[in-house]
């Protein structure tokens, strides 16, 4: 039996071949095969090569790309698609636990499927120590399948701070009122050396660019201390601040989810605390 993994150079990915084995022999489609990225090729390639190998499965890593390209081929064919799994144990149905709600849930679920499409989540199976699977041979892409594809690649704005390793994150949500609001955010951030963040309400508003995002659906962040600003703490949100190792939270809701959950709260009005922060900063220096 052969099962078909997507792969490319990451960590990700052999851990994904890690669950994939379990399905079979595994042969690899490689991501880098279709420069630039285009996930629509990347599904078509996949979709061809496993009617041709006949693949018990297919296997991808459950990150961004990994899985845009798995739910472009589970539209494609028809067959269900479980992402960010924990676990599969082939069978009939085939049997998955299933990372949801940003990591704060564990699905266990039953995919009935003659082939089905699993991505596994990152950083929750051991690496593939085994040797490298065998790469499919591919056609070139349909004109077609390059209709979606990266045209240009945008450095995020955040002062050369990347808000993944930044050691401390001033970060801003609804609260903050506009986009022009946010200079008080960066002013302070600026004297910390710290990067800006923000919630999906913001990003949302179009204030800040999804970059800047921290939460389920945007970065999850580790900081040595996270500093929210006018953020309620959605289940969402809160998802990506699970690396955080001190949280200071300023609301004027002494009872919003973010000020339960912090280490240090300042209650009151954003738009007299932040710059008075910022000032006693300059005072002290
Ligand atoms: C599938 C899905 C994925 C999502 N992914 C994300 C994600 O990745 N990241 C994310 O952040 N959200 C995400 N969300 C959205 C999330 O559910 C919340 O809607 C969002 O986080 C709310 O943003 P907020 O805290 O800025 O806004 P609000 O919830 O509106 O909170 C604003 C806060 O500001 C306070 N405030 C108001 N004025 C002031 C002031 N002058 N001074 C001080 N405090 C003030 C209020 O008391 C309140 O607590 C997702 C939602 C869904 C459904």
Not at 148 to 156: E, F, I
Request: net charge neutral; aromatic share 4%; with cysteine.
């Amino acid at each position: 039996m052969t099962v078909l993994v997507l792969m490319d150079e990451s960590d990700a990915s052999r851990q994904a071949l890690t669950l994939a084995r379990k399905f079979g022999d595994p042969r690899s489609v490689r991501m880098d095969a279709i420069e630039p990225f285009a996930p629509d090729a990347l599904a078509a390639a996949l979709a061809q090569a496993a009617d041709e190998l006949n693949a018990s499965a297919v296997f991808a890593a459950g990150t961004d790309r990994g899985n845009e390209v798995m739910a472009r081929l589970a539209a494609r064919t028809g067959l269900p698609f479980a992402a960010n799994c924990i676990s599969a144990t082939p069978g009939e149905p085939v049997s998955v636990t299933r990372l949801r709600w940003g990591g704060s849930l564990l699905e266990e679920a039953r995919l009935h499927s003659p082939r089905p499409l699993i991505s596994v989540a990152p950083h929750t199976v051991p690496e593939d120590t085994g040797p490298r699977p065998q790469d499919v041979d591919m056609k070139p892409p349909a004109e077609a399948d390059l209709v979606v594809r990266v045209v240009d690649h945008v450095s995020p704005r955040n002062g050369g701070v990347s808000l993944a390793e930044a050691k401390v994150i001033v970060s801003g949500g609804r609260g903050v009122g506009s986009k022009e609001g946010f200079a008080i955010i960066e002013d302070l951030a600026g004297l910390l050396g710290a990067a800006v963040g923000c919630s999906r309400a913001v990003t949302s508003a179009g204030w800040r660019p999804h970059s800047d995002q921290v939460g389920q659906t945007g970065t999850k962040v580790a900081p040595d201390v996270y500093i929210a600003c006018g953020i309620s703490g959605a289940t969402q949100h809160m998802a990506g601040l699970k690396g955080a190792k001190r949280i200071l939270a300023i609301n004027s809701d002494p009872q919003a989810p973010l000020m339960l959950n912090a280490d240090y709260t300042v209650t009151g009005d954003l738009k007299e605390i932040v710059p008075a922060i910022s000032a006693e900063i300059r005072k002290r220096r």
